[in-house]
């Protein structure tokens, strides 16, 4: 085959990739693709280079890059293509591109579709970011630095760094009732990892987890991605509601909980339930995951804390408390933490240790300092009436704008309000046209278990978090034009 049609587009002004890269790159993919197929002969180096008006350094980079890869033979009678396996059946007949794609696996499948959403108001889990201690942060994180070594340019300490753990030990006994020691503590990427360690190193595939109905959708992908079985169990105005015979009928390994603040209908778990959960999943063999998500911010009762953790009932009860700094700092940090049983520690570092390699060591060691400097409890504070004010404004306009066709839930903690929508529009069309007037929301739908019939709920979960209190009532008047279907 001429080589034409493979090369001629080395010439194109359009493309800015260096030569010797698109001579490389154009020849591999005709190997590929089959117009250069197993023992096709290439020109010599000097040869092709007059041809195409291209230096013979840049012929001869392509031919032995393509050699060390194994694509191209060179001897005494020139350079051919290697007469490899791959490229048998690949011809012009069938080239690659005709070939069906592989299929993801049937776990892929059944994940929930979603895309990057613009950081507009209303947008629920995220913090106001413009208020983010930048200043404080960026010391810390230039001493950091500093202090910095070939360790910390390594990966991190498995469990993470022991100065982190040692600063959420003391701010999670003082602020959340965590009963804990630094060797409880395992730090990891997000979140999500920390579920993923919870579902495989404390279940296997094919056991029960109880989730609450609706649910974070991002917990129930991590389990449904792991194998487990998911039974949906309602949620009430005092959290997770599971019948007596639940426990019989369909015990659970794992129980995943927000009781702090039930996300998204911002429900808290009472306290005899949770008693009652710590009670009954001993008598199951099983854990408890307290994702403590929101917990931070306490608007019913400004000035006293939350609901302690329901770790700190009991210090040795098969709970794994997690929790994040999403909220507290910013999401693209990207710090988990775990605390596990005392009696679980040892063997769940070893294991985890197998799973996933910890990074961000000069992060973790900034986040150390910004803790134990009391930078953290400060912006805390501050936050804190700021948020409590837009969550009052945002109940006020609401029920202004909605009246009694809506239920309004939540708001005793957290940076979010759900809005129960009356049946008619779907709440996922109500959002399309909201985002064309420039607010967005998460439909309540979406977090809700669709194998359940008739558990679907209609609304929109909103989020203040990045809401300025004075744009609130002009902001809620826009999303009364998306529900009236008026955009």
């Given at each position: 085959?001429?080589?034409?049609?493979?090369?001629?587009?080395?010439?194109?002004?359009?493309?800015?990739?260096?030569?010797?890269?698109?001579?490389?790159?154009?020849?591999?993919?005709?190997?590929?693709?089959?117009?250069?197929?197993?023992?096709?002969?290439?020109?010599?180096?000097?040869?092709?280079?007059?041809?195409?008006?291209?230096?013979?350094?840049?012929?001869?980079?392509?031919?032995?890059?393509?050699?060390?890869?194994?694509?191209?033979?060179?001897?005494?009678?020139?350079?051919?293509?290697?007469d490899?396996?791959?490229?048998?059946?690949?011809?012009?007949?069938?080239?690659?591109?005709?070939?069906?794609?592989a299929?993801?696996?049937?776990?892929?499948?059944?994940?929930?579709?979603?895309?990057?959403?613009?950081?507009?108001?209303?947008a629920?889990?995220?913090?106001?970011?413009?208020?983010?201690?930048?200043?404080?942060?960026?010391?810390?994180?230039?001493?950091?630095?500093?202090?910095?070594?070939?360790?910390?340019?390594?990966?991190?300490?498995?469990?993470?760094?022991?100065?982190?753990?040692?600063?959420?030990?003391?701010?999670?006994?003082a602020?959340?009732?965590?009963?804990?020691?630094?060797?409880?503590?395992?730090v990891?990427?997000g979140?999500?990892?920390?579920?993923?360690?919870?579902?495989?190193?404390?279940?296997?595939?094919?056991?029960?987890?109880?989730?609450?109905?609706?649910?974070?959708?991002?917990?129930?992908?991590?389990?449904?991605?792991?194998?487990?079985?998911?039974?949906?169990?309602?949620?009430?105005?005092?959290?997770?509601?599971?019948?007596?015979?639940?426990?019989?009928?369909?015990?659970?390994?794992?129980?995943?909980?927000?009781?702090?603040?039930?996300?998204?209908?911002?429900?808290?778990?009472?306290?005899?339930?949770?008693?009652?959960f710590?009670?009954?999943?001993?008598?199951?063999?099983?854990?408890?995951?307290?994702?403590?998500?929101?917990?931070?911010?306490?608007?019913?009762?400004?000035?006293?804390?939350?609901?302690p953790?329901?770790?700190?009932?009991?210090?040795?009860?098969?709970?794994?408390?997690?929790?994040?700094?999403?909220?507290?700092?910013?999401?693209?940090?990207?710090?988990?933490?775990?605390?596990?049983?005392r009696?679980?520690?040892?063997?769940?570092?070893?294991?985890?240790?197998?799973?996933?390699?910890?990074?961000?060591?000069?992060?973790?060691?900034?986040?150390?300092?910004?803790?134990?400097?009391?930078?953290?409890?400060?912006?805390?504070?501050?936050?804190?009436?700021?948020?409590?004010?837009?969550?009052?404004?945002?109940?006020?306009?609401?029920?202004?704008?909605?009246?009694?066709?809506?239920?309004?839930?939540?708001?005793?903690?957290?940076?979010?309000?759900?809005?129960?929508?009356?049946?008619?529009?779907?709440?996922?069309?109500?959002?399309?046209?909201?985002?064309?007037?420039?607010?967005?929301?998460?439909?309540?739908?979406?977090?809700?278990?669709?194998?359940?019939?008739?558990?679907?709920?209609?609304?929109?979960v909103?989020?203040?978090?990045?809401?300025?209190?004075?744009?609130?009532?002009?902001?809620?008047?826009?999303?009364?034009?998306?529900?009236?279907?008026?955009a």
């Amino acid at each position: 085959m001429s080589l034409s049609a493979i090369l001629d587009p080395l010439n194109d002004p359009a493309d800015a990739m260096p030569r010797q890269q698109q001579l490389y790159r154009r020849l591999k993919e005709a190997m590929l693709d089959g117009r250069l197929g197993p023992g096709a002969r290439l020109p010599a180096s000097r040869l092709l280079a007059a041809d195409y008006g291209i230096a013979r350094n840049t012929v001869l980079y392509a031919y032995q890059q393509l050699q060390a890869e194994g694509f191209l033979l060179a001897d005494r009678r020139g350079t051919r293509v290697a007469d490899l396996p791959v490229l048998h059946g690949l011809g012009v007949a069938r080239p690659v591109a005709s070939h069906a794609p592989a299929e993801l696996s049937r776990r892929a499948a059944g994940l929930a579709l979603r895309q990057h959403e613009p950081l507009l108001p209303f947008a629920p889990g995220v913090a106001d970011l413009n208020a983010f201690p930048w200043a404080a942060w960026a010391r810390q994180l230039q001493k950091a630095w500093g202090e910095v070594s070939a360790r910390q340019l390594a990966y991190a300490a498995p469990a993470g760094e022991p100065r982190l753990r040692q600063a959420l030990a003391d701010d999670l006994r003082a602020r959340r009732g965590v009963l804990c020691s630094p060797e409880q503590i395992f730090v990891v990427a997000g979140a999500q990892i920390a579920l993923d360690a919870c579902a495989r190193l404390l279940a296997d595939e094919g056991d029960t987890v109880w989730l609450e109905n609706p649910c974070y959708p991002a917990a129930r992908s991590v389990m449904q991605t792991a194998g487990l079985r998911a039974v949906h169990v309602p949620v009430d105005a005092a959290g997770m509601a599971p019948e007596p015979s639940l426990w019989e009928s369909q015990p659970p390994r794992l129980v995943y909980l927000t009781p702090s603040h039930q996300y998204p209908l911002g429900a808290v778990l009472s306290l005899e339930r949770r008693l009652e959960f710590l009670r009954r999943i001993v008598a199951a063999n099983g854990w408890i995951i307290e994702d403590d998500y929101d917990s931070e911010f306490n608007h019913a009762r400004p000035g006293y804390s939350p609901l302690p953790a329901l770790q700190g009932l009991h210090a040795d009860a098969p709970v794994v408390y997690v929790g994040t700094f999403s909220k507290l700092l910013y999401p693209g940090l990207r710090v988990a933490y775990m605390v596990v049983p005392r009696w679980a520690a040892r063997e769940f570092g070893e294991r985890i240790a197998s799973l996933y390699r910890s990074g961000q060591a000069v992060e973790q060691r900034a986040l150390a300092g910004f803790i134990e400097s009391g930078a953290l409890t400060r912006h805390l504070r501050k936050m804190a009436p700021i948020y409590r004010a837009r969550q009052a404004v945002l109940r006020r306009e609401l029920t202004a704008a909605f009246g009694d066709d809506v239920e309004i839930l939540g708001g005793d903690a957290g940076l979010h309000l759900t809005l129960g929508l009356p049946a008619g529009e779907p709440d996922q069309a109500v959002i399309a046209k909201a985002m064309a007037l420039g607010v967005t929301a998460r439909p309540l739908s979406e977090y809700c278990a669709a194998e359940v019939p008739g558990a679907s709920r209609n609304g929109l979960v909103l989020g203040y978090g990045m809401a300025e209190e004075k744009r609130i009532p002009e902001l809620v008047a826009r999303l009364a034009r998306a529900v009236a279907a008026d955009a």
